[in-house]
């Protein structure tokens, strides 16, 4: 992954509603927000649009029905530890457990074609 850099400057210019029009059209099937795209058309002179895998578009639906449930239990085991209802030992037992279905979740990302 590219290193993320501080952004310290804004850059604003106006464009016709034809020209935003294009590229209107064009960012949602980069997969990038508009400012991501408009940022990589203003950098890079354009974007190249590869379209997500089936097995990406799966991993995704997926990981975004997992998404909430984890992070209520992440919420619920640091209640119960908080409130002394769990031990140390038990709450980071399921910490470390929440902690690499994480990075499965990762990996899984990274490794699809």
Do not use: C, W
Request: glycine share 4%; proline share 4%; aromatic share 6%.
């Amino acid at each position: 992954m590219s290193e993320k850099k501080p952004k310290g400057r804004v850059v604003a210019f106006r464009v016709s509603e034809d020209e935003f029009a294009t590229h209107a059209e064009k960012q949602p099937a980069s997969g990038l927000t508009m400012s991501a795209y408009l940022r990589r058309v203003f950098l890079e002179g354009e974007v190249t649009i590869v379209p997500p895998s089936k097995n990406q578009e799966r991993l995704l639906f997926l990981y975004n029905k997992s998404s909430n449930n984890l992070n209520q239990l992440a919420h619920r085991i640091n209640q119960a530890q908080r409130g002394e209802i769990i031990s140390e030992k038990l709450y980071r037992n399921l910490a470390n457990q929440l902690i690499a279905i994480r990075e499965l979740l990762l990996s899984g990302i990274q490794n699809v074609d």
